[in-house]
C-alpha cells in the first residue's frame, strides 16, 4: 500500500517557532504554539504597561482592543461590531449559555461529538436553571447527509433554544456542515452556537458564511496568537442580549466593550494577536493550510499502517483544509479519560512526542496535527515506536 507523499516543508518555517527541538509537536490543536515574533510583541505591549500601568489601562487601551478586533473579525469575515473579545471558547460558551436565560422546559442540545468541557457547562447551565440538556449520537461513519437529518430530527421547535454544533469536532477531528446545519435549525426557529474553536486560521470558512446566532472561536490556536484570544460572534437580533459573566466599568458601554472589558486583565495578547495573522500572511495562508492538511493527512496514514489500521478505516475529516486526523488505536486501549490521559503521557514520556490521545464512545484514538513546524520523520518516529508501546501495556 502506498503512503501519500508529504508535503514539501515551508523552508525556515520552524525557526520561527521557540518548541523543544527534541520534542515531536503533534498537537498544535489542543493549545498552539505562538511564534516567536507574536511573543516578542506581546513582550513589547508588557513592558510598556509595565512602564506606567496606569497610562497604559486609562489612555486609549479601550479603543485600542477595538482597534485589534476589527482587525481579527475582518480576516475571520465576521461583523466588526457583531465580535468581541474574550479569552477562550469556554467563556465565550459560558456567557452565550448564561445570556439565554433558560428556563425550567427548556431544552439545550448537543451531539456526542462536542467539546467536552462546554458540556460541563451546558450541564451547570441547565442544572442552574431547570433546563434540560440533550446529547445527539452520531457515529463516526455519518454522512453529512445524514447528520443534518439527525440534527433536524433532534430539535424540538417551541422547547429547543439553543443547539450547539462543533464546526470541527475536537474529540473525533470531524468537520460539520454547519451552514447546512444552520439552516435546518433555522427552519425549525432554533438559535444555534457553532464551537469553531479550530477554525480561525485553518479554515477558509468565514463566520459570515456560516450564518449561525453565536459564532465561537480560538485565535491562539491555528491564528498564531497569543493564548487567550477568542472571538465570539453574535448575529444583531442576540446583541442586546448577551451579557458579560463579569460586570464591569464598561458595562454601560454595550455590546461588545461590556463583554471584552473584564476589569484588570492582560489585554496585551489581544493587541499581539494581529502579528499571528502577519505571521501566518507572510508564509501564506493558503500555503499554511494546504501543507498541513496534507501533513495531518501523511501522519495519520504511516501511523495507521504501523499500528495495522487499513487506509479506509482511518475516520475521515470531511474537507480538504482540516489539519487534524484521528487514528483508531487497539480495542480496549486509551477508552476512558483516565487511560487516555495515562497514554498521552506515556508517549510524551518515551517517544518525545506530544499526541492527543482521547476515549470515544468506547473507542480510544490518537489524533495528529500537522503545522508548519512539523516534519514527515516526527510521524515516521512515531509510527515506528508506538507499536511496541502500545504492545508493553
Ligand atoms: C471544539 C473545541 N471547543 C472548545 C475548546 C476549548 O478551547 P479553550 O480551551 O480555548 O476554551 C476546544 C479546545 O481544544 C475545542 O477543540
Same mark, same amino acid.
Not at 456567557?95 to 456526542?112: I, K, M, N, Y
Not at 446545519?181 to 468565514?206: C, F, I, K, S, Y
Not at 499581539?272 to 502577519?278: E, K
Given at each position: 500500500?502506498?503512503?501519500?507523499?508529504?508535503?514539501?516543508?515551508?523552508?525556515?518555517?520552524?525557526?520561527?517557532?521557540?518548541?523543544?527541538?527534541?520534542?515531536?509537536?503533534?498537537?498544535?490543536?489542543?493549545?498552539?504554539?505562538?511564534?516567536?515574533?507574536?511573543?516578542?510583541?506581546?513582550?513589547?505591549?508588557?513592558?510598556?504597561?509595565?512602564?506606567?500601568?496606569?497610562?497604559?489601562?486609562?489612555?486609549?487601551?479601550?479603543?485600542?482592543?477595538?482597534?485589534?478586533?476589527?482587525?481579527?473579525?475582518?480576516?475571520?469575515?465576521?461583523?466588526?461590531?457583531?465580535?468581541?473579545?474574550?479569552?477562550?471558547?469556554?467563556?465565550?460558551?459560558?456567557?452565550?449559555?448564561?445570556?439565554?436565560?433558560?428556563?425550567?422546559?427548556?431544552?439545550?442540545?448537543?451531539?456526542?461529538?462536542?467539546?467536552?468541557?462546554?458540556?460541563?457547562?451546558?450541564?451547570?447551565?441547565?442544572?442552574?436553571?431547570?433546563?434540560?440538556?440533550?446529547?445527539?449520537?452520531?457515529?463516526?461513519?455519518?454522512?453529512?447527509?445524514?447528520?443534518?437529518?439527525?440534527?433536524?430530527?433532534?430539535?424540538?421547535?417551541?422547547?429547543?433554544?439553543?443547539?450547539?454544533?462543533?464546526?470541527?469536532?475536537?474529540?473525533?477531528?470531524?468537520?460539520? %456542515?454547519?451552514? /447546512?446545519?444552520?439552516? =435546518?435549525?433555522?427552519?425549525? +426557529? *432554533?438559535?444555534?452556537?457553532? !464551537? @469553531? #474553536?479550530?477554525?480561525?486560521?485553518?479554515?477558509?470558512?468565514?463566520?459570515?458564511?456560516?450564518?449561525?446566532?453565536?459564532?465561537?472561536?480560538?485565535?491562539?490556536?491555528?491564528?498564531?496568537?497569543?493564548?487567550?484570544?477568542?472571538?465570539?460572534?453574535?448575529?444583531?437580533?442576540?446583541?442586546?442580549?448577551?451579557?458579560?459573566?463579569?460586570?464591569?466599568?464598561?458595562?454601560?458601554?454595550?455590546?461588545?466593550?461590556?463583554?471584552?472589558?473584564?476589569?484588570?486583565?492582560?489585554?496585551?495578547?489581544?493587541?499581539?494577536?494581529?502579528?499571528?495573522?502577519?505571521?501566518?500572511?507572510?508564509?501564506?495562508?493558503?500555503?499554511?493550510?494546504?501543507?498541513?492538511?496534507?501533513?495531518?493527512?501523511?501522519?495519520?496514514?504511516?501511523?495507521?499502517?504501523?499500528?495495522?489500521?487499513?487506509?479506509?478505516?482511518?475516520?475521515?475529516?470531511?474537507? %480538504?483544509?482540516? /489539519?487534524?486526523?484521528? =487514528?483508531?488505536?487497539?480495542? +480496549? *486501549?486509551?477508552?476512558?479519560? !483516565? @487511560? #487516555?490521559?495515562?497514554?498521552?503521557?506515556?508517549?510524551?514520556?518515551?517517544?518525545?512526542?506530544?499526541?492527543?490521545?482521547?476515549?470515544?464512545?468506547?473507542?480510544?484514538?490518537?489524533?495528529?496535527?500537522?503545522?508548519?513546524?512539523?516534519?514527515?520523520?516526527?510521524?515516521?518516529?512515531?509510527?515506528?515506536?508506538?507499536?511496541?508501546?502500545?504492545?508493553?501495556?
Amino acid at each position: 500500500m502506498t503512503v501519500p507523499r508529504p508535503p514539501e516543508p515551508i523552508p525556515g518555517a520552524r525557526l520561527l517557532f521557540s518548541l523543544d527541538p527534541s520534542v515531536s509537536h503533534l498537537n498544535h490543536g489542543s493549545f498552539g504554539a505562538v511564534p516567536i515574533a507574536v511573543q516578542r510583541a506581546q513582550q513589547r505591549l508588557r513592558d510598556e504597561m509595565e512602564s506606567n500601568p496606569l497610562r497604559f489601562f486609562t489612555q486609549g487601551l479601550v479603543d485600542r482592543i477595538a482597534h485589534a478586533r476589527r482587525h481579527l473579525a475582518t480576516f475571520l469575515g465576521a461583523d466588526p461590531d457583531g465580535t468581541a473579545l474574550v479569552g477562550n471558547v469556554t467563556a465565550a460558551a459560558a456567557v452565550v449559555l448564561q445570556s439565554l436565560a433558560l428556563r425550567p422546559g427548556d431544552e439545550v442540545v448537543t451531539t456526542d461529538h462536542g467539546y467536552g468541557a462546554v458540556a460541563l457547562s451546558v450541564a451547570r447551565e441547565c442544572a442552574r436553571t431547570g433546563a434540560v440538556s440533550r446529547t445527539l449520537p452520531v457515529p463516526l461513519s455519518t454522512t453529512d447527509e445524514e447528520l443534518v437529518e439527525i440534527v433536524r430530527d433532534g430539535l424540538r421547535p417551541g422547547r429547543t433554544r439553543l443547539l450547539i454544533v462543533d464546526q470541527l469536532t475536537s474529540p473525533t477531528a470531524r468537520l460539520f %456542515p454547519t451552514s /447546512a446545519l444552520v439552516a =435546518v435549525a433555522r427552519e425549525r +426557529g *432554533v438559535p444555534v452556537l457553532v !464551537d @469553531a #474553536a479550530h477554525a480561525p486560521g485553518m479554515l477558509p470558512t468565514t463566520v459570515a458564511s456560516v450564518g449561525a446566532d453565536f459564532w465561537v472561536g480560538n485565535l491562539h490556536k491555528w491564528a498564531f496568537a497569543p493564548r487567550g484570544t477568542a472571538a465570539l460572534v453574535v448575529a444583531e437580533r442576540w446583541r442586546e442580549r448577551v451579557q458579560p459573566l463579569v460586570v464591569s466599568w464598561e458595562q454601560d458601554a454595550g455590546y461588545p466593550t461590556r463583554v471584552e472589558w473584564q476589569a484588570t486583565l492582560d489585554y496585551t495578547g489581544w493587541l499581539a494577536a494581529p502579528v499571528g495573522l502577519f505571521t501566518l500572511r507572510s508564509l501564506g495562508v493558503d500555503r499554511v493550510r494546504a501543507h498541513n492538511a496534507a501533513l495531518a493527512a501523511y501522519g495519520q496514514r504511516v501511523v495507521g499502517d504501523a499500528l495495522g489500521v487499513a487506509p479506509e478505516r482511518l475516520p475521515e475529516p470531511g474537507g %480538504p483544509a482540516v /489539519a487534524m486526523r484521528l =487514528v483508531p488505536l487497539p480495542p +480496549g *486501549v486509551a477508552t476512558t479519560l !483516565d @487511560a #487516555a490521559r495515562e497514554l498521552r503521557a506515556r508517549i510524551a514520556d518515551r517517544i518525545g512526542a506530544e499526541v492527543s490521545v482521547a476515549g470515544w464512545n468506547g473507542r480510544g484514538y490518537l489524533r495528529l496535527c500537522g503545522q508548519v513546524y512539523n516534519t514527515p520523520e516526527e510521524y515516521d518516529r512515531l509510527a515506528v515506536r508506538l507499536p511496541t508501546l502500545l504492545a508493553r501495556g
